[in-house]
T-cell receptor, first 115, second 115 residues
Framework: EAGVAQSPRYKIIEKRQSVAFWCNPI?????LYWYQQILGQGPKLLIQFQNNGVVDDSQLPKDRFSAERLKGVDSTLKIQPAKLEDSAVYLC?????????????FGDGTRLSIL | AQKITQTQPGMFVQEKEAVTLDCTYDTSDPSYGLFWYKQPSSGEMIFLIYQGSYDQQNATEGRYSLNFQKARKSANLVISASQLGDSAMYFC????????????FGAGTRLFVKA
């Protein structure tokens, strides 16, 4: 089966600019996650979707970050305006469901550098 | 609040030997799942093994086994017969079965396998 697809792979922007990331989960996976992974740290959950509804966005900086999952499939994560501390790898993951025993399958990530 | 602690920033192991990566956790959730992921230098997160809090037996997947000690709140990963390709970052993660099944990750342990 095809894995989780993310694009772009790399992105370099200046602070205060905007950027968007795209994710296509594994076919049939109802749950989609966006994580932020700062260098040297573990991933931090930004937002979790169940189909096209938001389950958890408690750690999403809503003044600058937004995400949507239209039609319960693809998802986009946007940052506007970007700050220096947003430099990180943004990982998208999906799972069959939100059940506690469901492993998450990750994409290759987007490495974002803010100048 | 949930917390994952990985106290070993880096570990060295000789090829073909076994190695244990430590993980302790804290949660008030009566039911939860514990996961280990591998992240090679290329960046993708690879699911390795899962242990449910009510599972009576320790989980095993090929060369990976999880040493689960519920009373001590530890879920150590054991890799047997280490291979050079095992060199990577390893993350322990936990998901509670309540509160939206939010997943948290530890800071990770970098494993170096020596020839």
């Amino acid at each position: 089966e095809a894995g989780v697809a993310q694009s772009p792979r790399y992105k370099i922007i200046e602070k205060r600019q905007s950027v968007a990331f795209w994710c296509n989960p594994i076919s049939g996976h109802a749950t989609l996650y966006w994580y932020q992974q700062i260098l040297g740290q573990g991933p931090k959950l930004l937002i979790q979707f169940q189909n096209n509804g938001v389950v958890d966005d408690s750690q999403l900086p809503k003044d600058r970050f937004s995400a949507e999952r239209l039609k319960g499939v693809d998802s986009t994560l946007k940052i506007q305006p970007a700050k220096l501390e947003d430099s990180a790898v943004y990982l998208c993951a999906s799972s069959l469901g939100a059940g506690g025993n469901q492993p998450q399958h990750f994409g290759d990530g987007t490495r974002l550098s803010i100048l | 609040a949930q917390k994952i602690t990985q106290t070993q920033p880096g570990m060295f192991v000789q090829e073909k030997e076994a190695v244990t990566l430590d993980c302790t956790y804290d949660t008030s959730d009566p039911s939860y799942g514990l996961f280990w992921y591998k992240q090679p230098s290329s960046g993708e997160m690879i699911f390795l093994i899962y242990q449910g809090s009510y599972d009576q037996q320790n989980a095993t997947e090929g060369r990976y086994s999880l040493n689960f000690q519920k009373a001590r709140k530890s879920a150590n990963l054991v890799i047997s017969a280490s291979q050079l390709g095992d060199s990577a970052m390893y993350f322990c993660a936990m998901r509670g079965y309540t509160g939206g099944f939010k997943t948290i990750f530890g800071a990770g342990t970098r494993l170096f396998v020596k020839a």
